[in-house]
């Protein structure tokens, strides 16, 4: 045994302390990572072991009034790319790629190029892949690097392009978007309604995606599944639009272009070109739109899992305007159809009555301008009855200028002026925008003296750089309200315009006595599960035209002569119109140089009217032989009456 | 100080060994002074190795369909073996491997050299294997054991600190083995053998003045070995990625494996997350898990309380050696277990010193609970050795 006191037993010492040291620093620094430190390792070690997919949520679908399905959703096996991945191998894997989906490589560089959508995302280049292709490219993993199989939920048409405009469609959601207010919560790579009740419910339609966390293994190999939280599907939406219905007022408004096509225009020569048109069905007891179409429409199909490029440019160059909604994105001058209001705000201010009469030459002279009737031998002496029934000019150019005169009056005396033909428009929900569940709506113009001004006020540097005649009288008075414009506006003329829809609006006040209604074509919002209502849209008054109700009944009046003996006489021959009178106005609006654009808006029954139907064909020449016979054939339709060729009625009046 | 040395010989010549003792010669035998702390405390630290391979290792087999056990089973076979091979460590008298430490010196030079031809195998970069059938020796393992006995014969030949010669012998002795290790090359094995010649040297009583030249000379070796490119590419890598973490961390690196060591160990928290519950340790993120960091399995599952069990456990042991190499009754048996002391404190610090982030990553193994057949051997002869010279103290 070594002495106490041997050098050796110092050493050791020194030794024991050295060991000693190390302990103390290993126990100190475990100390730090296991008991202060514990906690950040202990969610590092879960985030190892825990990874979060997210499950898309299915949209849910759209369906119309009887519950048929219009838009549903639709899972297909997709072959992905991702460019990024391919790196210098791009040639030749995708020529693999292409030699087993049996297309070309051009092709599959043609999709690539075409995309759209999120850089984060892989590029569909094949969509309905079948199983053994697939099988095979999971297989041979490392020969195709950046492909991938991947589900798709795609939108799908059952009904084909039938209210294409109304659905919208569906795309990734844009840069821009993401900051609007509209989408916040929304994420990049989010699919999101573009247009169409797809974008205005897209908050009932999206769902909300669901989280699985899996627990993978250093490999990255999925072990087992962990739970999370389940997706809930997006709900199902039922319009108030009866798919039928729609189909067949596509096919009447397509009929009516081709028979429109057909017309000789007398003033311009050939035929009329009638390239678009437009037609809204609605319910005036509640705002309910039974049909809403416009053509030339889109394809929906073709924006399923991203539209390409090229398709889009078509779709955006066509000079038919296939995106734009035209019931409901686009505002006209209404022209005839217009004079019921006009009418209405007479009959108001005590201008006229029912039965007072002005007669009705050719043309109307108000200081050095004269103005013509659409037809030069003139009508007699007509009452308001005939002046909606013949439609004629003069009278109501007398009432303008009548008005006009009042309003002169009260500029004169320095007074507020009331611009009566201006308020009624406005009480009838025209020059603002309609409360509607579709997005982009029209707002339409119903021009004032305030109007003008501020117009001029913007227009005033242009006006006084032309040199012309027009532009120097346009830069001195362009703002001054002038007697012409009180009958440009009497004859639905001038700067007046309005949407489809708001005429279709105004008309179903009229008939229901001056109530305006919020339009809608959403109906419910249902749970997808169970079909129970989650939320109903219920109908909502957006005005009352305070008008007395003898106004109301004799414009009536006047509007059923029209369909039973006036301009739309011949257009409606043959219609059982004993059983199902129809009440309506048809319309010639000028837009020179373009042909003029036929217009007939109408209600029925009359006495217990359900119906308004408003017809618009875009350079389709006079209302009652282009735009009626249209209107004749919904109708038809809408009273389960065989329907019957669209013919060109023989009306030529304004 | 002599004196005292001297003055129990001399009571040995001039009485006999029976009378030099006060107690009967019966006392004397050797298995009577077994100090069953040591041998308890290895077991124990084995048993609790054993329990992190099964946990580290049963996933993996699983998936592989293969029995669950078997990785643990073959190191129980190992610990077998271990325990023979200590016996029998414990029962030749230590002080005649004195006369036959110039024996085992050439064998350990043989076989480090045979290993470097083709007979040896490579494993990781470093040849450093034999194969024998179906078991695989690594000759280095038993090399530290023959280093100590080397060093603790030369240095402690004589009762007086060694002096220049011997000391030179020593040098000599363990430059030639170091450079046999580097060629294989393995760089812990080399610390390690530095470490147990530092160690010997302390306890030997060379002159301080000597050990701080050393010291130098060691410093300036390893900037050396940097600048002369003795050091292959990945260990450079290894030892600058600990000295900066944030140099490689492009998934896989070394941070990967000393990241994920360090999560797995600190997620374990005070109490674990429970035997087999470690998500790290079953989900496979911690590399090596069953070999270099073992460790990581009983910091994740059985937590800080786990951790310092085994570290006690540690310290229990080596406290026992060093109170050992106090007691032995020559210079010879002192150093012997000095040097065993060394090589196991070493080891362990720097094996757990890498899995908790403060030491580089090098492939030491923690005696006793990794994995590994030539590792637990030759700890299990070093732990013979020790009680060997504990068991003759008095002889």
């Known amino acids: 045994m070594l002495p106490p006191s041997s050098p050796l037993r110092a050493r050791l010492s020194v030794l024991s302390i050295l060991v000693l040291v190390l302990f103390v620093a ?528 004799a414009v009536g009046q006047g509007l059923a002569s029209v369909v039973t003996g006036g301009t739309a006489a011949s257009a409606f021959a043959g219609f059982p119109l004993d059983r199902f009178p129809v009440a309506g106005k048809t319309g010639t609006a000028d837009l020179p140089p373009q042909a003029p654009f036929a217009w007939f808006a109408s209600y029925a029954p009359v006495g217990d009217p359900r119906y308004v139907v408003v017809v618009m064909v875009e350079q389709g020449g006079h209302g009652g032989e282009s735009a009626a016979p249209v209107a004749r054939a919904i109708y038809q339709k809408l009273f389960e009456l065989p329907v019957t060729p669209v013919a060109a009625g023989a009306d030529r009046s304004g | 100080m002599q004196e005292s040395w001297g003055s129990y010989s001399d009571r040995v010549s001039r009485l006999g060994w029976e009378a030099a003792s006060d107690r009967p010669m019966a006392w004397r035998a050797p298995w009577r002074h077994l100090d069953p702390t040591v041998v308890l405390a290895a077991v124990a630290l084995t048993a609790l190795g054993l329990l992190a391979i099964y946990s580290s290792t049963f996933a993996g087999l699983r998936a592989q369909g293969l029995p669950e056990a078997s990785i643990m089973r073959r190191q129980l076979l190992n610990l077998g073996l271990g325990v023979a091979v200590m016996v029998v460590a414990m029962v030749i008298d230590y002080r005649r491997l004195q006369a036959w430490a110039g024996v085992v010196f050439g064998a350990v030079v043989v076989a480090l050299g045979l290993v470097l031809t083709p007979l040896g195998s490579a494993t990781n970069g470093a040849q450093s294997w034999f194969e024998l059938g179906a078991y695989q020796v690594q000759p280095s393992e038993y090399a530290k054991i023959g280093a100590i006995i080397t060093l603790a014969a030369v240095l402690g030949a004589r009762r007086e600190a060694p002096g220049p010669r011997r000391l030179a012998a020593a040098l000599a002795a363990m430059a030639l083995v170091c450079v046999e290790i580097l060629l294989q090359p393995d760089f812990g094995t080399f610390m390690v053998f530095v470490a147990i010649l530092f160690g010997v040297l302390l306890v030997s009583g060379v002159q301080l003045r000597w050990l701080l030249v050393l010291a130098l000379v060691g410093v300036v070796g390893t900037v050396g070995m940097f600048k002369l490119n003795v050091l292959r590419e990945y260990q450079k890598e290894r030892l600058t990625a600990f000295i900066d973490p944030g140099a490689d961390d492009s998934g896989r690196g070394f941070t990967y494996n000393s990241r994920q060591a360090l999560i797995a160990i600190g997620s374990g928290g005070v109490t674990g997350k429970g035997y087999l519950r470690g998500t790290q340790t079953n989900l496979q993120y911690v590399p090596e898990q069953k070999t270099d960091f073992i460790f990581t399995v009983i910091g994740e599952e059985l937590g800080f309380t786990g951790s310092m069990v085994l570290l006690l456990l540690l310290a229990l042991l080596l406290w026992r050696g060093l109170r050992i190499a106090a007691v032995a009754r020559d210079p010879f048996g002192a150093l012997l277990a000095a040097g065993v002391v060394t090589m196991l404190a070493f080891q362990a610090f720097v094996n757990i010193g890498m899995t908790i982030g403060i030491m580089p990553i090098t492939g030491i193994p923690l005696p006793f609970v990794s994995y590994g057949g030539s590792s637990l051997i030759a700890t299990f002869l070093a732990v013979g050795l020790l009680e060997n010279v504990h068991m003759r103290r008095y002889l």
Request: glycine share 12%; hydrophobic share 35%.
């Open chain 1, 26 to 553: 290993l126990s100190s620094r475990l100390w730090y990572l296991q008991v202060l430190a514990g906690e950040r390792y202990g969610d590092l070690a879960e985030g190892n072991r825990v990874r979060q997919v997210v499950v898309e949520a299915p949209r849910g679908r759209i369906l119309d009034a009887k519950g048929r399905v219009l838009v549903r959703n639709r899972a297909a096996w997709a072959v992905t790319v991702k460019p990024s991945e391919l790196g210098d191998r791009r040639r030749e894997v995708l020529g693999r790629l292409a030699r087993v989906l049996g297309t070309t490589r051009a092709k599959l560089e043609a999709r690539i190029a075409d995309y759209t959508g999120s850089p984060l995302r892989g590029i569909p280049v094949a969509e309905d892949v079948p199983t053994r292709q697939l099988f095979y490219l999971t297989e041979h993993a490392d020969r195709f690097p950046g492909v991938a199989p991947e589900v798709l939920a795609l939108r799908e048409y059952p009904s084909g392009v039938a209210a294409a405009h109304m659905l919208g469609y569906v795309g990734e959601i844009s840069a821009d978007e993401l900051t609007q207010k509209r989408f916040r919560g929304y994420k990049a790579g989010d699919l999101v309604g573009k247009a169409g009740v797809e974008l205005t419910y897209d908050r009932w339609l999206r769902g909300r995606d669901g989280v699985q966390d899996l627990e993978v293994n250093a490999a990255g190999e999925v072990v087992q599944a962990l739970g999370g939280r389940p997706p809930a599907p997006g709900r199902d939406l039922q319009l108030t639009v009866d798919l039928e219905l729609q189909q067949s007022v596509e096919r009447a408004l397509a009929d009516g272009m081709r028979a429109a096509r057909r017309l000789g225009d007398s003033q311009r020569g050939g035929t009329y070109p009638a390239p678009a048109a437009t037609a809204v069905v609605l319910d005036p007891g509640d705002g309910d739109l039974l049909a809403l179409a416009s053509l030339p429409q889109y394809d929906p199909r073709r924006f399923v899992g991203g539209i390409s490029r090229r398709d889009f440019a078509r779709y955006a160059g066509s000079p038919g305007k296939p995106l734009l909604h035209r019931a409901v994105q686009s505002a006209y001058p209404p022209g005839s159809t217009w004079k019921p209001f006009t009418a209405v705000a007479g009959l108001e201010a005590g201008t006229i009555t029912p039965t007072s009469t002005y007669t009705c030459p050719g043309s109307f002279t108000i200081g050095s301008y004269t103005k013509r009737d659409w037809t030069p031998r003139g009508h007699g002496t007509v009452a308001l009855g005939d002046s909606l029934r013949l439609s004629c000019d003069v009278y109501y150019y007398n009432l303008g200028a009548a008005l006009g005169v009042a309003e002169r009056a009260q500029e004169e005396r320095g007074q507020k002026v009331d611009e009566k033909l201006q308020a009624t428009a406005r009480q009838f929900g025209f020059g603002r925008l309609p409360a509607l569940d579709l997005p982009y709506a029209a707002e339409g113009t119903v021009p004032t003296r305030e109007w003008r001004k501020r117009f001029w006020e913007q227009n005033r540097k242009t006006y006084c750089a032309g040199s012309s005649e027009l532009y120097r009288e346009l830069c001195r008075d362009g703002w001054r309200w002038q007697g012409g414009d009180n009958l440009n506006i009497a004859i639905g003329q001038g700067d007046l315009q309005v949407s489809p829809l708001q005429l279709a609006l105004g008309y179903g006040a009229l008939a229901n006595g001056g109530t305006v209604y919020r339009p809608h074509v959403g109906r419910a919002v249902l749970d997808p599960a169970t079909g129970r209502v989650v939320r109903p849209v219920t109908p909502r008054v957006a005005g009352v035209a305070e008008v007395p109700g003898g106004a109301l009944a």
